[in-house]
């Protein structure tokens, strides 16, 4: 799971990045994909300690979860109203796509991970 969360860090970061210099560097809060993923990155550093893993893995879940309904409150009434071709849309979109995507394989991980433990 650190390495599947160093690798969403590296996508927000792109798509933060795309997203910013692609709409002209208008506006600093299309960064926020950005700023996720460097979170994201750290966490994955931090679960390289087996004893942090643990935690470093659920608050990596439970800011995706953040993400997620950040990214939905706005994206959804977006897509409502017909925004969908916007850049900041299309890219809130991408990254609740992505974030939704990561909290599913995060918590098989940890289903598998208790099934482990309880086997033992």
């Not at 608050?59 to 997620?68: F, I, P, Y």
């Amino acid at each position: 799971m650190p390495s599947t969360t160093r690798t969403l860090g590296i996508v927000l970061i792109l798509l933060g990045l795309i997203s910013y210099f692609g709409t002209g560097r208008t506006s600093m809060t299309a960064l926020i994909p950005a700023f996720f993923g460097a979170v994201f990155i750290v966490l994955a550093l931090v679960a390289r300690s087996e004893s942090a893993r643990k935690h470093a893995m659920h608050a990596a879940v439970m800011l995706a979860l953040l993400g997620l309904l950040g990214t939905l409150f706005r994206v959804v009434p977006a897509i409502m109203a017909g925004l969908l071709t916007r850049p900041a849309v299309l890219a809130q979109l991408v990254m609740s796509v992505l974030l939704a995507g990561y909290i599913a394989l995060g918590v098989k991980s940890f289903k598998a991970a208790r099934r482990a433990r309880l086997s033992r």
